[in-house]
C-alpha cells in the first residue's frame, strides 16, 4: 500500500492561508490523491481530491507536484472551524488485494487554528 | 441530505455479549467499510463490501462479522466482544471509483467491559 507522509501538526492564525504538505513518494500512476479532515468527536469529512492537475473547491484547493510525489492542501482563510487532523490519502484500484478500493489512512496533521 | 447513518453512538458492554452496530446510507453506494479508529493507529479497515452479498476482510478482521443483505445497510456484528474491541468505529460509503467521494458516519464508540 502506498504511503504518506504529514507534519503530525501545524499552526495557523485565523483569516491566514494555511498550506498542509503531503509526500507521497511511492504513488502508482492509478492512484488518487484524497484530503480528508475529522473535526473533534465527529467521522471523517472529505475535503477534496485530485490526480495530476491542481483542484479547488469551495474548501480548498489541492496543489499536486509535477511528478506527483507530494501535494499541498490549501485553506486560503483559516477559520475556528477549520482546526481538525487533516489526513492526505491515496486511494488506488487495489489490484493486490482483492480490488478493494480502501482508503489508507495515516495519522495526518492537527492543524490548530489561533484566533 | 446526503448521509451514512450509524447506530448507536456510544455503547457500553460486557465480555462475551453479542452486539451489532448498525450503519445504513441514503445515496445508493456500492462501496461500504467499516473502520476503527485507535490512538496511534489512526483508523484501519475492518472488512468492506463491494455489492450486496459480497463482503470482504481488511486489515483488522479479527472478531468481527458483516453482512451485506440490502444494498442500503452494512451491519457490524461482535459475536464475543473482547476487551481489546473497546473502540471508535465508522461506517463509510462511497461509489467504487476511487476517484469519488467517501461518506462517513458520525462513529460508535464501544466500550467492553
Known amino acids: 500500500d502506498a504511503k504518506t507522509t504529514q507534519p503530525n501538526s501545524m499552526e495557523s492564525n485565523e483569516e491566514e492561508p494555511v498550506h498542509l504538505p503531503c509526500n507521497h513518494s511511492?504513488?502508482?500512476?492509478?492512484?488518487?490523491i484524497h484530503w480528508y479532515r475529522q473535526l473533534p468527536s465527529q467521522g471523517p469529512e472529505y475535503v477534496i481530491h485530485?490526480?495530476?492537475?491542481?483542484v479547488n473547491n469551495r474548501m480548498a484547493s489541492l496543489a499536486i507536484a509535477e511528478d506527483r510525489k507530494s501535494s499541498t492542501l490549501i485553506l486560503h482563510r483559516a477559520t475556528l472551524r477549520d482546526a481538525a487532523v487533516y489526513y492526505c490519502?491515496?486511494?488506488?484500484?487495489?489490484?493486490?488485494?482483492?480490488?478493494?478500493?480502501?482508503?489508507?489512512w495515516g495519522l495526518g496533521t492537527s492543524l490548530a487554528v489561533n484566533p | 441530505e446526503a448521509q451514512v447513518t450509524q447506530n448507536p453512538r456510544y455503547l457500553i458492554t460486557v465480555t462475551g455479549k453479542k452486539l451489532t452496530v448498525t450503519c445504513s446510507q441514503n445515496?445508493?453506494?456500492?462501496?461500504m467499510s467499516w473502520y476503527r479508529q485507535d490512538p496511534g493507529l489512526g483508523l484501519r479497515q475492518i472488512y468492506y463490501?463491494?455489492?450486496?452479498?459480497?463482503?470482504d476482510k481488511g486489515d483488522v478482521p479479527e472478531g468481527y462479522k458483516v453482512s451485506r443483505k440490502e444494498k442500503r445497510n452494512f451491519p457490524l456484528i461482535l459475536e464475543s466482544p473482547s476487551p481489546n474491541q473497546t473502540s471508535l468505529y465508522f461506517c463509510?460509503?462511497?461509489?467504487?471509483?476511487?476517484?469519488?467521494?467517501?461518506?462517513f458516519g458520525q462513529g460508535t464508540r464501544l466500550t467492553v467491559v
Open positions: 463509510a460509503s462511497s461509489g467504487l471509483g476511487v476517484n469519488t467521494e467517501a461518506f
Open positions: 445515496m445508493n453506494h456500492e462501496y
Open positions: 463490501s463491494m455489492n450486496v452479498e459480497v463482503t
Open positions: 511511492t504513488i502508482s500512476g492509478t492512484d488518487y
Open positions: 485530485g490526480l495530476t492537475s491542481n
Open positions: 490519502i491515496l486511494r488506488g484500484l487495489g489490484f493486490e488485494a482483492g480490488n478493494n478500493r480502501k482508503l489508507i
